[in-house]
């Protein structure tokens, strides 16, 4: 019943930067937490950051936090993650994720119930 789409992926340079985007469409009423994890290849799928449905609180991974900005556009339903001073270790898809019911922490991808199809972005050393 909710749908997610990201866009915004691609090719960076390490040290460049990228804007993810997560467009919600659907029963987005009831939306609260939203979320960006990534999954690279041979990896298991690991919080990148968190935003809470006002966005008054916000949540970062270690290995982001500084370099990464999460944000949200509740009009227009619509999450974003601001990526700066890209690593190659950023490579990964990059999935936004949305949770309707508070239960479990916010960093384990089981705590949500729906997600995009995934954008890829690749950073070369």
């Not at 460049?16 to 960006?36: E, F, P, Q, Y």
């Not at 809470?52 to 619509?78: E, L, M, Q």
């Amino acid at each position: 019943q909710v749908q997610l789409v990201e866009s915004g992926g691609g090719l960076a340079q390490a040290g460049g930067s990228l804007r993810l985007s997560c467009a919600a469409s659907g029963r987005t009423s009831s939306n609260n937490d939203m979320a960006w994890f990534r999954q690279a290849p041979g990896n298991e799928r690991e919080f990148v950051a968190v935003i809470s449905r006002s966005g008054a609180n916000r949540y970062y991974a270690d290995s982001v936090k500084g370099r990464f900005t999460i944000s949200r556009d509740n009009p227009k339903n619509t999450l974003y993650l601001q990526m700066n001073s890209l690593k190659p270790e950023d490579t990964a898809v990059y999935y936004c994720a949305l949770r309707m019911l508070y239960g479990g922490s916010y960093y384990s991808s089981a705590s949500y119930d729906s997600w995009g199809q995934g954008t890829q972005v690749t950073v070369s050393s």
